[in-house]
């Protein structure tokens, strides 16, 4: 059964950094498109990053730009987010994406959350 798997999240301080991790299970990410997306409370998710296969494309939400930094990891089979000068109104759950064709797929999500 493929699975994606999000992990790194936590409690930071403004300002503090954190680094997401999307791993999968079943299938290759180094050939899907990743996407982290975010949902705060009584918000829509909301598209926070995403790489084209290979690495080769990224982008970001202009409310990250220049903060936040998508990346491949291909021996690890990873796709990580690290995520920096943090701020209470990126406190959300965080889900990675894996989409190729006509499949896709959701990690469980994980909680960031800024605070001091």
């Known amino acids: 059964q493929p699975q994606l798997v999000e992990s790194g999240g936590g409690l930071v301080q403004p300002g503090g950094s954190l680094r997401l991790s999307c791993a999968s299970s079943g299938f290759i990410l180094e050939y899907f498109a990743i996407g982290w997306f975010r949902q705060a409370p009584g918000k829509e998710r909301e598209g926070v990053s995403c790489?084209?296969?290979?690495?080769?494309?990224?982008n970001y939400a202009d409310s990250v730009k220049g903060r936040f930094t998508i990346a491949r990891d291909n021996a690890k089979n990873t796709v990580n987010l690290q995520m920096n000068s943090l701020k209470p109104e990126d406190t959300a759950v965080y889900y990675c994406?894996?989409?190729?064709?006509?499949?896709?797929?959701w990690g469980q999500g994980t909680q960031v959350t800024v605070s001091s």
């Open positions: 994406n894996a989409h190729f064709v006509r499949l896709d797929y």
């Open positions: 790489i084209s296969t290979r690495g080769g494309s990224t």
